[in-house]
């Protein structure tokens, strides 16, 4: 048995001894980088295959979207990893990702097979390589990573990793062909890795790039939203005079608002002067009526009669139809005990 500390004796310098050109390589781990495969590049072209398991469902659909169980990377960060991961940034900064990419997909079309942890039971994780004469393991791997081999050092206070031969190294190996051809287990993602790969050396239209560029911005929003807070329109509200007279924009405001005020209890339209944040409030406070809730609007007193305008059997509004029933009230004026 011998231990690697991954500071004065690294991973990576002892697979270049033991992988050997006819090796066969059997990986569980959480993640997988392509900058592993550049580091290990010259070995890992002349062996016969290897064989990774994905100790967590990575490439798949996500049967339940919490497990308790997810180590230190969530299934994006396992999947965003491919391309390198956080700790090996100094790495995707040298701008060598799309020819370490291609390299890597051609050597996984030939030699490797991908499979991802489809259940819920733990999977330990090692490194096992079989050669013509001997077997080695090395244990404590958590991913394939530059970071995990040595040659970056990532956040780990320590990353030791133990070397073990035979037979306690057979053990291994057996264990790991016993996961493999349980299909109940595991299923195949090779394609899937080839796919994302390929993505970072192929070609893009400008289009795709400004779609993922708004994507990255707004997927957050995105996702916030959601059925339970979102206007019903059952209401009828958006068959109003208040309604009909915004711009698309203030329809975009207005719909935001109301998506904001169910889920938050709060929110602040913050539109330039000139924008109509009048009318787009107004339509908000349509909705609110349309389900029979009452509104008191709290505006300074000089803009009283504005509002009041709106709510009235005047020639000069334009939502008299609507026969919006609001309240007004002055905001600087809530101490009054008495009086209008």
Request: proline fraction near 1%.
């Amino acid at each position: 048995m011998e231990v690697f500390d991954n500071v004065n004796n690294i991973v990576k310098d002892d697979l270049e001894k033991v992988v050997t050109s006819g090796s066969k390589i059997s990986i569980a781990a959480a993640c997988f980088s392509i900058y592993a495969f550049q580091e290990l590049k010259k070995q890992l072209e002349n062996i016969n295959e290897l064989r990774f398991i994905f100790t967590s469902p990575t490439f798949i659909a996500e049967k339940n979207k919490k497990q308790k169980r997810e180590f230190f990377i969530t299934q994006l960060g396992r999947e965003k990893s491919l391309y390198g991961t956080e700790y090996e940034i100094k790495l995707r900064n040298e701008l060598t990702q799309k020819a370490i990419a291609k390299e890597c997909a051609d050597w996984i079309r030939e030699k490797v097979k991908f499979k991802s942890n489809i259940a819920n039971d733990h999977i330990d994780s090692f490194i096992n390589i079989e050669n013509s004469e001997d077997t080695y393991c090395y244990s404590n791997i958590k991913g394939f990573t530059t970071t995990d081999i040595g040659c970056e050092k990532g956040n780990n206070i320590t990353n030791f990793v133990i070397k073990m031969e035979a037979p306690q190294s057979k053990s291994f190996l057996d264990t790991f062909n016993a996961i493999w051809s349980d299909k109940d287990k595991l299923q195949d993602v090779t394609q899937q890795i080839i796919d994302n790969i390929s993505n970072v050396y192929k070609e893009n239209s400008g289009e795709f790039i400004y779609f993922i560029s708004l994507y990255n911005i707004f997927n957050e929003f995105l996702e916030d939203i959601s059925e339970d807070y979102l206007p019903n329109e059952a209401t009828g509200f958006k068959e109003s005079v208040i309604w009909n007279t915004l711009y698309d924009f203030q329809k975009d405001a207005s719909l935001a608002i109301i998506n904001k005020l169910e889920k938050y209890n709060g929110c602040i339209l913050a539109d330039s002067v000139g924008l109509g944040k009048t009318f787009t409030a107004i339509s908000v406070i349509k909705y609110y009526e349309n389900r029979n809730k009452s509104v008191m609007v709290l505006c300074p007193k000089k803009l009283y009669e504005n509002w009041q305008t709106y709510k009235g059997n005047y020639k000069n509004n334009p939502l008299e139809k609507d026969r919006l029933r609001y309240d007004v009230l002055y905001h600087t004026d809530l101490s009054r005990e008495y009086g209008k």
